[in-house]
C-alpha cells in the first residue's frame, strides 16, 4: 500500500539548519508532484513547498522562499526539505504529500504522510 515516511525533524534553535526526508513507496513516485505542508499548533493547514515529478520545476510560499529548498530523488523514491535560517514561526508538524495530477493544492493532494515535528525554539 502507500507509504509517506517523514524524518529529519527536531528541535533546533533560530537560524539553524533541518533537512527532513520523505521516503515513499507503494505507487509510482517519479511521476508525482511533491509538497511539504505544515500545521502550526492551533493553526490550519499551510502548503510551504512543491515539485513537479522531473525535479525541475519548484514552487514555494513566500515566507519560506531563499530559506527552504525542496528536492527529490526519484531513484531513491524520496523527497527532501532543506530548511536553512529557521524561525520560531516555521515551528509546525511538517508533512510530505503526492499528487498524480501533478496540483500542488493541499484539498487536492492524494496521499499524505503522518508528519515529522520540527521545533525552532531558543
Known amino acids: 500500500q502507500v507509504q509517506l515516511v517523514e524524518s529529519g525533524g527536531g528541535l533546533a534553535q533560530p537560524g539553524e539548519s533541518l533537512r527532513l526526508s520523505c521516503a515513499a513507496s507503494?505507487?509510482?513516485?517519479?511521476?508525482?508532484?511533491m509538497s511539504w505542508a505544515r500545521q502550526a499548533p492551533g493553526a490550519g493547514l499551510e502548503w510551504v513547498a512543491g515539485?513537479?515529478?522531473?525535479?525541475?520545476?519548484?514552487f514555494y510560499r513566500d515566507s519560506v522562499k531563499g530559506r527552504f529548498f525542496i528536492s527529490r530523488d526519484n531513484a531513491k523514491n524520496t523527497l527532501y526539505l532543506q530548511m536553512n535560517s529557521l524561525k520560531p514561526e516555521d515551528t509546525g508538524l511538517y508533512y510530505c504529500?503526492?499528487?498524480?495530477?501533478?496540483?500542488?493544492?493541499?484539498?487536492?493532494?492524494?496521499?499524505w504522510g503522518q508528519g515529522t515535528q520540527v521545533t525552532v525554539s531558543s
Open positions: 515539485i513537479y515529478s522531473d525535479g525541475k520545476h519548484t
Open positions: 507503494g505507487f509510482t513516485f517519479s511521476t508525482y508532484a
Open positions: 504529500a503526492a499528487d498524480a495530477k501533478g496540483s500542488l493544492v493541499p484539498s487536492e493532494l492524494d496521499y
